[in-house]
């Protein structure tokens, strides 16, 4: 499997595009505010002959969303997510209103609902949903078995984890999903996060000071 990584700078979010020797692929959280990281994105899928299949939300918090309605305008796609999140669409341009800026174009509805343990397949490669509720409610990891690694989205990340103070998150449960969901894969999955760079699950366990 072919990992492509963006950073996108209105609130520094990774956009992570995945595809196989098929040429078939995914896109996660899209979070391409400005026109020249939307062009950016089109330009790579374009000039690698990519077929997206599938348009991947971990959650539905603002910075994840920005480029949904770009890539349905462009690729005719609709976002997958978890129905738990789905409040958040209706939030997005008020969120914005408080971060002191307006969104250019409104959310637009979901596609498809994402459920725990649901199969997303593209070319001949697979990813699990995994539900880790306790930032957003909805809150989903792509794991893949095959290739030993997750896209965690805002669960956790390289030393700490995702906030939990905002609608409808729960620290108690985040901590405990990630314990019981996520640290029971293997060591050496390697951990693909929303922010910042990448870690594995055995780092994670051992020198996380959340779980220390």
Known sequence: MRIKRFEFNMFPVNCYILSDETNEAVIIDP???????????KNFINNNGLIIKHLLNTHLHLDHIFGNPFML??????AEANKADEFWLE????????????LKEEPVPLGKYICDGDIISFGNT??????????SPGSLVFYCKEENCMFSGDV?????????????GNFDD???????RLFVL???????PGHGAPTTIGTEK???????
């Open 31 to 41: 979070g391409c505010f400005y026109e020249e990281e939307k062009q950016a994105l």
């Open 73 to 78: 305008h462009e690729f005719g796609i609709k």
């Open 91 to 102: 939030q997005a341009p008020k969120q914005s209103r408080m971060f002191g800026f307006e």
């Open 126 to 135: 697979k990813l699990e949903a995994i539900h880790v509720p306790g930032h």
């Open 156 to 168: 956790l990340f390289q030393g700490s984890i995702g906030r939990a103070d905002l609608a409808r």
């Open 174 to 180: 985040l901590l405990e999903n990630i314990c019981s």
């Open 186 to 192: 293997p060591n050496e999955t390697v951990v693909y």
């Open 206 to 212: 051992t020198e996380n000071p959340f779980f220390r």
